[in-house]
């Protein structure tokens, strides 16, 4: 399989204009800060007295965990479903 790497340098590789990729950044913002919210105060709610018996460390260690895999798996490819029109708006 060959492959065909073109080099450029100095400023032309400034000056390309590829198009934008993906949706605006603030509205990336409100979804994840729609999707952490809820997630945050769900696992507080339901699991705050027995974390707050571990140390802060474990305690962070613990509660970013489960939020990450959430987050990544679950939350955010079913809420960029669910606005995937106003995302591309």
């Known amino acids: 399989m060959l492959i065909s790497r073109r080099k450029s340098s100095g400023l032309k590789r400034w000056k390309t204009n590829k198009p934008k990729i993906g949706p605006p950044r603030y509205k990336l913002f409100l979804l994840t800060w729609l999707a952490i919210y809820p997630l945050i105060t769900v696992i507080l709610f339901l699991f ?7 140390p802060l460390p474990l305690r962070t260690l613990l509660l970013t965990g489960v939020l990450v895999y959430l987050m990544t798996y679950w939350v955010m490819p ?5 606005f995937q029109t106003w995302l591309k708006a």
């Open 48 to 54: 705050g007295q027995y974390l707050s018996l571990l």
């Open 78 to 82: 079913n809420l960029t479903k669910l």
